[in-house]
């Protein structure tokens, strides 16, 4: 990474300014704005997010939103209401409220004397979904967006279900906000309400994890912040971003196909992150990127970005499997539209353990009974899937698939004569019965090497309930004869000649998705069932694609570190008892923010175990701890959030303890039975 320190433009910071929203309540935000944008105006970039702007994003935000600033844009890094040193509560995500506020915003911003009527919005994560759904409303000074590892549907691709299965990010991403939420503002912004503004939060932003549990099929509490349901609505360009090892990358090819406006997409090889801090590399100069967008859509400079392929992807190439990379070899390769017409979706037939890679008319008929193969996988497959959305602290990506396979039923094909490039989605289609009438199937397409070594690939979930429809499950009968079909996240990967594809099924894949409220055993018919992979045929103009610029960003925040992070994934087996337990370790360490003096601690740990064979012993545990000091501010809060189940029910315990120098100011304990709804 190469640090600038020479811009074009002059920046003068401006550390808080309060915008005030149609209701009264006020949000705040920090500004960085270039001294030239007083005598000449200039386009403004916001970034909208609950993240802290005076703490926890500020490292971040000085490296991007400097460097934005110095090239002549006014950026804005503003606090969500409830969130930082905003007004207000904030009590779930992406609420029609937020969206009106972030309208506000743009609408001020418009009118303010140094901006010249043009606001672009970024973001990553939250802030990339928060772009969408404000496009979504029209605001007529947004003209254009970057959304960075997004999601168009919150339901289906968004921490919380995947195929109708409850995810594990489900608990943890909402202990993730337990802990946000519950954070005081800085009294060097707020002034003496900032205890009342804390207690609020903590009495009043809820438990998310409730809500999140309690919609467990689709519905209008995910339907109407789902842009999916929506595309005409956006109205201004896109520039919609994502990697092949973060969870939402199926947006991106989503997007480029249902919007109707000027549209870019990128996706790389990363995880969770912006990408020129990508990992797995090659990260990219993304900040000159996203100046190259903005140049051409705020200025009106007609710099060729329009005129290049409308989507870019890293093709994977084949690699040894483990937890974590620093670098995914491969190459660029474009796509003028999307769907391609490059790419054809070919069937491939399935035979007892094979894949028949000479292709497959359709279901196989015949008069005699056909035989099956019967599958039920112990509760260990899954433990080393990783994470469903990998934020590169490492070790979160899947090892060794043979581990997995020794639970599941696999078909291989054989080693491949020449290679085989795939870029799309992959779907695989079943006919099969169950014994019972809940049941989920996860299915996972791997590389294999020469030497058995096993790379996941890509993988697919399903809840067998919601083999028809998301919004109205429906439990199978047992011994029927079912076809279902279950599609693969997106992703680009060249094969190469020797290596075998393997499809590998599991009834379980814990603790990734939550499990059945019992075991069951699932019959799969193997001739009438096929793999159908999005196949591409390599071009000669992926070789003439222009290369992106190095990865540079502005001078990073001063900071002391007093403690390290630690990062970790640790499994421990029980082999007395037969409890397994997953644990995962995020701690951020301890450090000072040199020009506030703020110190910071952070940490959070995640517990998921299973006791033998029994499905209803699932249980997930996390607790994080967060403190802030000065000499003037002393405060610390902790959480803890357990989720678990019965065969009926799902059970929630959360704590929340809060200390103001040393002494505790808060305490609040929840209960909550949530019942299973075909999960």
């Not at 045929?537 to 990073?556: C, W």
Request: with cysteine; charged share 25%.
């Amino acid at each position: 990474m190469s640090v600038v320190e020479s811009f074009p433009y002059k920046v003068r910071e401006i550390e808080n300014v309060f915008i005030p929203m149609r209701d009264g309540a006020q949000l705040a935000a920090r500004i960085w704005l270039p001294e030239e944008a007083e005598r000449t105006p200039m386009p403004a970039i916001m970034e909208y997010i609950p993240y802290r702007k005076r703490d926890i994003t500020r490292g971040r935000d000085a490296t991007n939103h400097a460097y934005l600033a110095g090239h002549g844009y006014v950026c804005i890094r503003v606090d969500m209401r409830g969130s930082g040193d905003s007004d207000g509560v904030l009590t779930d995500e992406y609420t029609q409220q937020e969206q009106e506020d972030g309208v506000d915003v743009i609408a001020w911003l418009a009118e303010q004397p140094w901006c010249d009527g043009n606001v672009g919005m970024m973001g990553i994560s939250w802030g990339g979904f928060n772009s969408l759904q404000v496009a979504a409303k029209q605001p007529p000074a947004l003209k254009a967006i970057i959304s960075i590892c997004s999601s168009d549907d919150l339901y289906a691709d968004n921490m919380h279900y995947m195929g109708g299965c409850l995810l594990g990010d489900n608990l943890s991403e909402a202990t993730v906000m337990f802990a946000f939420n519950t954070l005081p503002p800085d009294p060097q912004i707020v002034g003496n309400r900032w205890r009342d503004m804390w207690f609020d939060r903590m009495e009043n932003s809820g438990l998310w994890l409730e809500q999140w549990v309690e919609n467990q099929r689709r519905n209008d509490y995910w339907s109407t912040s789902s842009v999916k349901e929506y595309y005409s609505a956006i109205r201004c360009p896109v520039y919609a971003i994502g990697g092949w090892a973060d969870g939402f990358t199926n947006t991106v090819l989503r997007l480029m196909q249902h919007l109707e406006v000027p549209r870019k997409g990128l996706i790389g090889p990363w995880g969770h992150k912006y990408p020129h801090q990508g990992l797995p590399g090659p990260a990219i100069g993304f900040l000159q990127e996203a100046l190259r967008w903005w140049d051409y859509w705020l200025k009106g400079k007609d710099n060729g970005i329009m005129g290049e392929p409308m989507l870019r992807a890293w093709e994977q190439d084949s690699i040894p499997p483990d937890t974590s990379y620093s670098e995914r070899p491969g190459r660029w390769i474009g796509e003028s539209g999307w769907p391609s017409d490059n790419i054809s979706m070919r069937r491939y037939g399935l035979g007892p353990y094979t894949i028949s890679m000479e292709g497959h008319g359709g279901p196989h008929q015949r008069d005699e009974p056909e035989s099956s193969l019967a599958l039920q996988s112990p509760l260990s497959v899954g433990l080393f899937a990783g994470k469903w959305c990998s934020y590169a602290a490492t070790p979160d990506l899947p090892g060794d698939q043979r581990e997995e396979d020794g639970g599941s039923l696999i078909f291989s094909s054989r080693q491949l004569s020449e290679p085989l490039d795939i870029f799309g989605m992959p779907v695989v289609e079943l006919e099969l019965s169950s014994d019972k009438p809940q049941a989920m199937l996860a299915v996972r397409l791997s590389d294999v090497a020469p030497d058995g070594k096993s790379t996941r690939v890509t993988y697919g979930l399903l809840n067998l309930s919601h083999r028809d429809s998301d919004a109205n499950p429906e439990p199978l009968v047992p011994h029927r004869r079912y076809r279902v079909r279950i599609p693969m996240n997106g992703i680009a990967q060249r094969f190469p000649t020797g290596h075998q594809l393997r499809l590998s099924v599991s009834t379980s894949y814990w603790p990734l998705a939550w499990l059945p409220p019992e075991p069951a055993q699932v019959d799969i018919y193997p001739s009438s069932c096929a793999l159908v992979l999005p196949e591409r045929k390599p071009g000669e103009e992926d070789a003439r694609l222009p290369s992106f610029d190095e990865p540079e960003e502005a001078p990073p925040l001063e900071t002391h570190t007093f403690e390290a992070s630690d990062h970790n994934w640790l499994l421990h087996r029980d082999l007395a008892t037969k409890e397994s337990t997953l644990e995962v370790i995020n701690d951020q360490g301890h450090f000072r923010i040199e020009d506030t003096g703020t110190e910071i601690r952070r940490s959070t740990r995640e517990w998921y175990t299973t006791l033998h064979d029994d499905f209803t012993s699932a249980r997930g545990e996390t607790y994080t701890e967060r403190s802030f000091k000065r000499d003037d501010w002393n405060v610390e809060i902790y959480t803890r959030s357990i989720l678990s189940c019965d065969e009926s029910n799902f059970f929630i315990h959360a704590q929340l303890d809060a200390y103001e120098d040393d002494y505790r100011v808060f305490s609040k304990n929840w209960e909550r039975v949530i019942p299973r709804d075909h999960m």
